[in-house]
């Protein structure tokens, strides 16, 4: 698939691998990209140096339907959640209400198969491509922009 230099495309399983249940806060991650563990973060240093963070440590992560387009629904990622989502296939997220991880669809059952991820040329968005098994909206839509389109011409 061609893409452009600055907005490159990077598939699961890119990078090496962190035990599974550790658990990190932002904190850890913000304060230089350590990890609970004091180790420095797994995500890849020349991806992470890309990465345009707000003042809280995170990026917007749009998640999109890889076959149809579809735009589902927007989550945050930290160098953390991106790192895991690379290399475990599955969309993991920064909970800002909870202040934890979370992977779409490990309560629910709605999971999201990474098929590609991609930084926009700023390198201050993420786009996920998944393949959206269930609704991807906590409400039980399928996106998080179904229930509330707006009119046009008012």
Known sequence: MPHHPRTPTIGPGHFGRRSAGERITLRDVQNGRMTGSDRP???????AARLKRGADGLVPA????????EVLMLGWMD???LHRTLTTGRCTYWSRS????????DTSGHTQQVKSVALDCDGDTVL??????????????RTCF???VLPLGQ
């Open 98 to 105: 909870r202040r934890e991880y979370w992977v779409k669809g």
């Open 128 to 141: 996920v491509k998944v393949d959206q098994v269930g609704a991807a909206c906590h409400t039980g839509d």
């Open 146 to 148: 179904d229930a509330d």
């Open 62 to 69: 749009i998640a999109q339907q890889y076959d149809t387009g």
């Open 41 to 47: 973060s797994a995500l890849d240093p020349a991806i």
């Open 79 to 81: 160098d953390e959640a």
